[in-house]
């Protein structure tokens, strides 16, 4: 069992920063964050491998968000710039174990989310 806590949410106005943080029982062969709005699908964000340090991320927050590790914290952080509101979601991390990248249902392991809302 993995256990994973998000922290880090918020309201912030558009283009400005936030930082989230999802502290994890154990790293996993792959890490990633997803989010989703209301009546929408869970949409994947990015995407570690922890023990190599490989990220990968969305087209649509590519150069703005940054996925970091801290393992000796089993923590990572996920750093999102020049936010624009359709960045608002819940943003959940996710644990998998197989190795899987972007997708939703080979995510064994979820936290409860994080809100993050951008005003324009």
């Known amino acids: 069992q993995v256990q994973l806590v998000e922290s880090g949410g918020g309201s912030v106005q558009a283009g400005g920063s936030l930082r989230l943080s999802c502290a994890a029982s154990?790293?996993?062969?792959?890490m990633a964050w997803f989010r989703q709005t209301p009546g929408k699908e869970r949409e994947w964000v990015t995407t570690?491998?922890?023990?190599?340090?490989?990220?990968y991320y969305a087209e649509s927050v590519k150069g703005r968000f940054t996925l970091s590790q801290d393992k000796a914290k089993k923590t990572l952080y996920l750093q999102m710039n020049s936010l624009k509101p359709e960045d608002t979601a819940m943003y959940y991390c996710?644990?998998?174990?197989?190795?899987?990248?972007?997708?939703?249902?080979?995510?064994?392991?979820w936290g409860q989310g994080t809100q993050v809302t951008v005003s324009s």
């Open positions: 996710a644990a998998s174990t197989s190795g899987a990248m972007s997708e939703v249902s080979e995510y064994t392991y």
């Open positions: 154990v790293l996993t062969y792959s």
């Open positions: 570690i491998y922890p023990q190599v340090g490989s990220t």
